[in-house]
């Protein structure tokens, strides 16, 4: 099995902060006088579409939708961190992820990445969309565990 390497340089990685504090920031309550969000912002907020867009779906579909935009937009940098607060190499994190290890989670709380469920986890090692990952669990190609590694 090939390894997709995922290392990043801190400068991305400090634009996905940067880009996750402007979200935090503008994504507060209307009614708390706080700035509302830009149409940009609004669209990102969304997983890439509309507050009208995304009000339309399902919560299946919603849910499917924000687990495809984490996997693309985000575990790459939350397995950069894993790696960096861990000191791990790529591999270690990928057959440490697979096994179920919790010890390799980020600290909690963490400011900047909040604990993710185990499928999050093996997406983000195989680079998979929420129904290819659903469909190798259906073939018995890959196990659906929880988050301690036992099968349910």
């Given at each position: 099995m090939k390894w997709k390497d995922t290392s990043s340089n801190n400068k991305s990685f400090d634009n996905l902060f940067d880009r996750l504090d402007r979200l935090e920031a503008t994504t507060t309550d209307k009614s708390n006088g706080m700035q509302s969000l830009s149409e940009s912002a609004e669209s990102e907020f969304c997983f890439g579409l509309t507050e009208e867009q995304f009000s339309k779906l399902t919560p299946m579909e919603q849910f499917i939708l924000r687990f495809n935009w984490q996997g693309r937009e985000i575990r790459p940098y939350y397995k950069?961190?894993?790696?960096?607060?861990?000191?791990?190499?790529?591999?270690?994190?990928?057959?440490?992820?697979?096994?179920?290890?919790?010890?390799?989670?980020?600290?909690?709380?963490?400011?900047?990445?909040?604990?993710?469920?185990?499928?999050?986890?093996v997406a983000g090692v195989f680079g998979l969309d929420w129904q290819t990952l659903q469909d190798k669990i259906a073939r018995g190609e890959m196990k659906d565990r929880i988050a301690d590694g036992y099968s349910h």
């Open positions: 950069d961190e894993v790696l960096r607060v861990h000191n791990i190499t790529s591999d270690k994190y990928d057959r440490r992820t697979l096994e179920g290890d919790e010890s390799i989670y980020l600290p909690q709380p963490n400011k900047r990445f909040a604990p993710t469920l185990y499928k999050y986890r």
